[in-house]
Structure formats: C-alpha cells, structure tokens
C-alpha cells in the first residue's frame, strides 16, 4: 500500500446551482494547496453574527484533476479525507461517490468503480456551512487529504492495532491485531511478518504468522510480541515504537503498513485518581477549538504541532479537543511532545444548538462518526479519554442518558483500554425547568442573549443550580455512564460529590480562566478530582469577545462588529502567551519569578466590568503613549509571600502575595519611563525577581523565524514575527504600524495578522497592522528552494528574511534579522 498526499493541485469556487451555469458561464476556481478553509478569506458583515466571528456561511465546491495510470488497473484506489466542513458530497468523474455530513470525521471514498485507467480523471467535493456552529467552523476541506493505492490483498487504513495489556520493569507485552482484506476474487494464503523497531531503528521484536482470506472477506490475524526493558510512554518522556507489517506471499511483499505506538498504563480510582505508569497524575488542562487563528480552520501539519509545543511550554499536559475530533496531525504532535488528550466526538446530540448543525444527522450517523474516532485515535497513547459529549441538554432526562450509553458502550465495544467521560453542565441538563427561574431573576434586566449570555451574567447562579438536589438526580444516570464525571463550571459538586457518590471520580471538564487559583486547590487537596481544563487554553475566532473587558455598561453576551476573536485564551491565536497563562504557571507550581501585568492606562478610571471568561485588560509592558505622571495600576502574580514593586531603583511599596491572597498584589502607581521591577520575598529574603524596561531610543523592525530551514512539502510552515524593538531588544507594544509583507521564491504567504481581538483587517492579504507591537506571517513552502520575505513599514527600514525550503530539514535553526529605524 502506498499513502501519498493529495494536497496538491486543488481548485475552489463557490458552489452554484446547475440552473445558473446553464445561463452564464461558471466562476473560475481559485489554485489552492490543501488543508484549506474558505471561509476565512470571506468578508465579514454585521449581519451574520459574534458567534461565528461574523463570517458569513456559504456552499463551495473543491476540484482536482488527477492522473490513473494504466497499470493501477488491478489494484484497489481510495481517497481518504480527514475532515471536510460541512455536508460534504464527492463526486469522481461527474458521478456521485460518497458523501459524509460531519465536518470532523475521516471517511474513505473507493474510486475503482469510477476511474478511467490511462486518462485523466476528475474528483469534485462540495461542502457547506450556514447557522451550523456555535464558533467559527470553517468552510471547505481543512484537514489533509491522502490516495491509498493498495494491491487486492491489503492491510486497510485503520488495519492495524495495538495495545499493551501487560507492562512490567522487565518487558512489555504488545498484542497486534492485524485486519488483512481480500478484495480479490480468489482465497488468499499470506504470511504477516511484524516488526517493531525503537525510536533510533533498532529492532526490538518481531513475529511471522500466516493467515488466509476468503475471497471479498476480511480476516484478523493476533500476534503477541514481547519487548524486553521497555521504554514507557508518559508526559515527561514521550518514547515510541515503530510497527512495520508486510504481507508476503511466494511472489513477494504484497503489502506494506506503518504504524506508531507507546507503551503505557493507566489506572483510575477515586482514592489515588489517574495513574499513569503507576504515578498519579493531575491533569493540567486546556480546552481547544479547531481553529488555527489567523490561518482559519485549516489544520496544516506543522500549525497543529506548532500548538501543542507552545500549550505545552505554557505548562499543561492535557487539551480536551472542544467540541469535535482532533485532526490526525494534532494526535501525532501529542503523541510526540507528550500531551495527554480528551477527544471529544459532539457537541450536539438529538437537540439543536444552531438551526442547521448536527442533530439534524445524528440519530443517522453517529455510530459511524464513532468508530471513525475511535479508529484514528486507537494507536495513540496520548489519547486518555473519549469524551460522548459537551453539554448535552439530553443528559438530564432518563431517555437522553439512553443516548449517552449508546454512544459509550459503542466505544467500549471498539475499545476497552481508555476511559470514557462527558462534559456534563448542570444547568444545561435541567435549562428547562432553570430558564423561568432565570427569567424571574433577570426580571427588568433586558432580554435574555441565551445560555452562554445566562450563564456569564449569572455564574454564582448556575454554581448553586449545578449542586442542587435537582441536578445531583437528574444527572445521575448519565454519570452513572461513563468512567470519569466530567462537569463543565460544576466545581461547586467537587466536595458534595465525594459525600453523595463516594465512587465517582471527577474532572472539571471545562472551567472559568479566573478560578484557576481555587480550582487548582480543590484538585490538588482531592485524589478523587483528577484535573482542571480552562476555559480556553489557546484563543479562537467566533464567540467574539466573550473574555473582553466590559466598558460602558457592556452586557451583552457577544462583542459588536468588527471583534472576530472570544479574547478568552491563555495564549492568543497568533501564539503568544498572555497574562492569565502566567499567572495559571504560576498556581500550578511551575513558575517562582514574579510576572508583572500593567493594566491598559488608557482605560484607568473607566468604568468596566468583566465576564466569567475574562482576564484584567492587561500586557506585560512598560511602553505606554501615555503622559509621564498618569495614573496606571499595576498586577503582580507572584507565589512569594510578599511582592515589593519598585520603579527606577525607587520603592513603590510592598504588598502580600502567594496562595493567601490568591497568588496576586495590585499596586496604584504613576507611570514614568525606565525600568518596572518587582521582587518577590519569603520568610523576609528575596526570592526572585521581573523587571520591565520602556522601549527607548531607535526602534526597529525586526523579522524572526520560528525555523530557518522547513520541509519542501505541503504539511510544513514557518511562523514569522514582525515585531518593533529597541536596540536592547525590549518590545516596543507601544508602536503600531502597518506592515507590508512580500515573499520571494519558493513559498508564499499562507496568512498575515496580530492578535487584535476587534480587527476589521483580513489575514488573506498583503498589509496587516500590529498589535502591542507584533504581527505574525506564516510562510508555506511550494516545493525546494530559497524563499525571502521584505517586510516594510512607512518611517522604518524595511527588512529582510531568507529561509530555505529543503526536501528533509536536517536542521531547524532559529533566525533572527533586524532594520533600523529610518
């Protein structure tokens, strides 16, 4: 079998009705290289909402010409997509092929019985989005496509899996089970040779053992290998093996697959909570949407690892993939930097959310959206959990748990080694019978906005609904499901629940950014809570401006036109941690340094509030258009037991700090340029201590790249950022500019953008304003070869950056190229 990309070569144009075609001319198709999302370079208006970012829906169709070559006649073609949103329909030389209406999962469609062998061939995919996501979903085919060219007697795509049921000091046992299909007309005798080789190629074990096929049928050969002292498998040390498996019969190898696995354990009870390799394990977790930012939804290899190394640097070891499957690439980037996963299937069962999204398909496909999760995930040892579900109003009634046990017992029947879990919100669950309560509540407030806008202007609430008597039974069943229970904004059941159900284990499935500082208490001081994941880890487009600070009586639920981004992340969507992502380091026990956050000074005085998902309007910079001697308040997170601020070697006082006054000390000072510097002490000694600088002098504009050198293939980026610096290299976030950018060779420019949350500026384009000083462009190669981006800023000297794209990178080395002020 050989995979191979099928990126490559791609048209798109919006969809048209055939009517319409007769009468004017079809639009040309514009050149794109795949994963690809259209939506994002669609422009947005008012009228279509904060949810979706104010992206308008729409229909497109994707098309590529391909080559059969008369020799493929004989062997078995398939192409295999790994996510198109939405609906998606594939037509192969003008006949339907196959079609499959979730946007998240991988489904094959078999070509033999469309192609023409020696010609040329035409496959056309349409996709839809309208009012079908409560976020930013995308449009098109934004995950990698891949041909399967095989021989009739195979190995399928998913034919391979492995598992580790006994795993001791000494060795491992490894159990393969290997599906070889017949799709010949003859009874096949094939003899399956497995290897399994260590990380450097080295051969660890290996086995041989014959297995016959009937005709049109498949057959499942098991053979248990045993690795002596083996590696394991964990979030510290990610090792992995190689599986390589050969069909042979006496003509030769037929057959050839790869495949990838760790070695791990897991145990779960509610006394010592999660264990993995015999450690417990506290997971520090970040939800994720799909997006990639500035990029869109499109899940380009090298941006999905680019996010789990950055998420991972920040401190967590675990993502929840918020509300859908993760893609292929992302599973492998956790599999590779040890992150552990809580892959989720929907967000929607039988009960709408949006007017045309999912639950119009469930109750016809879900069990097969099911088994292909699972079926991607099964060799992942990053992957932990499968989560049934995100706040599904179903779970609080006896026939909707119905659902949920369909769904987990569905996974338990394709996989029994990961536990199981649902992101249950209480409120959700009896919103029914809550929503006159709320009205009556709100009475005199303004219309209500929806859940999301209920739930942000009453938290304190919802707290007291998700742990009433009225919740704890209504829910009971659908906890009663599942392994672990996993409870969206529901840690006021944390310590009720160790009373009330004594065997329940529990995970804050989804939690509000400004209760970390006491959620992290309740999970550290409770075996049988076994993590947190805040509500988000990385920032994403659509429900625009949940996490803003609100000026001005500001109450709604969503931002007004142009904001594009939630604001609610810990890191932006262009990468860059923000404050609460400190702060969180900081609580979780991996941070000592103080970190100082300078509240924006053009707002001091402003009157403002802040939702449940918000941080303090605030960067960590001591740059500021503002007059010498304006008032600005000052926020030091620190674990120290007191926190001492000084401004020019001068004091500005102390105040207490660490985990007694919520890891955080607030100073009122006035801002004079120079130097910010706070010291942190315990027990009366100093223990660390951050200090800000005020860009001065000649500011820069400088040019740096994630990596120098990058793969010459289509899964492969390089991250770019444009930022003003002075010549001490103190960010300038004072500065802003328009920056051009132009690229040179053999790349282009994927996507330009900052992380402004209220930007109306596309990220399709050539020019891009910065924001607190930096914009970010990322660079994707077309084939092997020098590629050179010119940025350029009126008032500054331009500046140049030369990258090489290289068929397999020997070395990923950082760059750094400055221009001097003009």
Request: glycine share 10%; hydrophobic share 35%; proline share 4%.
């Amino acid at each position: 079998m050989t995979r191979t990309s099928f990126n490559q070569g791609w048209s798109v144009r919006p969809k048209v009705s055939i009517f319409a075609e007769i009468s004017s001319p079809a639009a040309a198709g514009e050149a794109v290289t795949l994963p690809h999302d259209s939506m994002i370079s669609m422009e947005r208006s008012v009228t279509s909402g904060p949810h979706g970012g104010y992206f308008p829906g729409g229909t497109v169709e994707y098309s590529k010409a391909f080559d059969v070559p008369e020799g493929y006649r004989g062997k078995r073609l398939s192409v295999e997509f790994q996510g198109v949103y939405r609906d998606a329909v594939v037509f192969v030389n003008g006949d339907f092929a196959g079609q499959r209406p979730y946007g998240y999962s991988t489904f094959e469609v078999e070509l033999g019985p469309f192609l023409k062998y020696g010609q040329d061939n035409a496959i056309r995919v349409e996709s839809r989005a309208h009012e079908d996501s409560r976020w930013y979903s995308g449009l098109g085919i934004h995950r990698d496509v891949v041909l399967i060219v095989a021989n009739l007697v195979h190995v399928p795509g998913s034919g391979v899996r492995i598992t580790t049921p006994d795993i001791t000091a000494a060795r491992a046992v490894v159990e393969v089970a290997t599906t070889v299909r017949n799709s010949g007309r003859e009874t096949t005798t094939v003899d399956v040779d497995t290897e399994i080789t260590d990380a450097s190629g080295f051969a660890v074990a290996a086995d041989t053992a014959p297995v016959t096929v009937r005709a049109g049928e498949s057959a499942v050969l098991r053979q248990r290998l045993y690795i002596q002292e083996p590696r394991l498998w964990g979030i510290d040390t990610p090792h992995l093996y190689n599986v390589q498996t050969r069909l042979r019969d006496l003509a030769g190898v037929v057959d050839e697959h790869a495949s990838t696995f760790g070695i791990r354990s897991l145990q779960l009870d509610p006394e010592r909570g999660l264990q993995i390799n015999g450690e417990t394990i506290k997971l520090r977790g970040a939800c994720i949407h799909h997006d990639n930012g500035i990029l869109g939804a499109a899940a380009i290899g090298r941006a999905e690892e680019r996010r789990i190394e950055l998420l991972k640097a920040a401190g967590f070891n675990s993502i929840r993939s918020s509300h859908n499957p993760l893609s292929q690439a992302m599973l492998d980037a956790c599999d590779k930097y040890g992150m552990l996963v809580m892959d989720e299937t929907f967000d929607i069962w039988t009960e709408s959310k949006s007017s045309f999204d999912y639950s119009l398909s469930f109750p016809e496909w879900w069990e097969r959206d099911v088994e292909a999760m699972v079926a991607k995930d099964f060799n992942h040892p990053s992957v932990i959990f499968y989560s049934i579900g995100n706040e599904i109003p179903e779970t609080g009634t006896g026939l909707g748990s119905g659902w949920g046990r369909k769904i987990a017992e569905k996974i338990r029947s394709l996989d029994g080694t990961r536990y199981i879990t649902n992101g249950v919100n209480g409120f959700v669950s009896t919103l029914k019978d809550v929503a006159a309560m709320m009205r009556e509540r709100r009475a005199g407030e303004g219309a209500v906005q929806g859940v999301n806008d209920m739930m942000s202007q009453a938290a304190d609430f919802m707290g007291r609904i998700s742990a009433s008597d009225m919740v704890s039974e209504r829910t009971a069943e659908s906890h009663a499901v599942v392994d672990v229970a996993g409870l969206n904004y529901g840690e006021s059941r944390y310590l009720m629940d160790r009373e009330l159900f004594p065997n329940r284990i529990i995970v804050g499935t989804e939690t509000y950014p400004g209760q970390i500082n006491t959620n992290w208490k309740l999970v550290t001081e409770n075996p049988h809570v076994i993590g947190d994941y805040t509500w988000t880890g990385w920032d994403y487009l659509g429900e625009a401006g949940i996490g803003r600070a609100r000026y001005d009586r500001d109450k709604d639920f969503g931002a007004p036109y142009p904001w594009i981004a939630a604001w609610c992340g810990d890191i932006d969507i262009t990468g860059y941690r923000r404050p609460a992502s400190y702060y969180r380091e900081i609580v979780f026990g991996r941070r000592s340094a103080p970190y100082i956050a300078v509240q924006r000074p053009e707002h001091h005085g402003r009157e403002h509030g802040a939702g449940q998902w918000a941080w303090s309007d605030s960067i960590s910079s001591w740059s500021w258009n503002v007059a010498s001697g304006s008032p600005v308040t000052v926020e030091v997170y620190s674990d120290a037991d007191e926190v001492e601020l000084f401004l020019n070697g001068e004091t500005l006082g102390r105040a207490p700090a660490g985990a007694e006054r919520d890891f955080r000390a607030i100073f009122e000072v006035e801002y004079h340029p120079g130097e910010l510097t706070a010291v942190g002490y315990v027990n009366g000694t100093e223990q660390s201590r951050t200090s800000l600088r005020t860009a001065a002098g000649a500011i820069r504009l400088t040019a740096n790249a994630d990596r120098a050198v990058i793969r010459a293939d289509d899964s492969d980026l390089s991250y770019v950022a444009l930022e003003f610096r002075d010549q001490d290299g103190t960010l300038a976030t004072h500065i802003e500019g328009k920056i051009m950018v132009s690229v040179e060779g053999a790349g282009v420019l994927q996507a330009l953008g900052s992380a402004r949350p209220d930007t109306r500026e596309s990220y399709v384009g050539n020019q891009h304003t910065t924001f607190d000083g930096r914009a970010l462009a990322i660079i994707r190669p077309t084939g092997a070869g020098l590629i050179t981006l010119t940025a350029t800023v009126e008032g500054y000297e331009s500046v140049t950056l030369s990258l090489e794209a290289v068929a397999k990178a020997d070395a990923l080395l950082p760059v750094n190229t400055e221009g001097v002020l003009a």
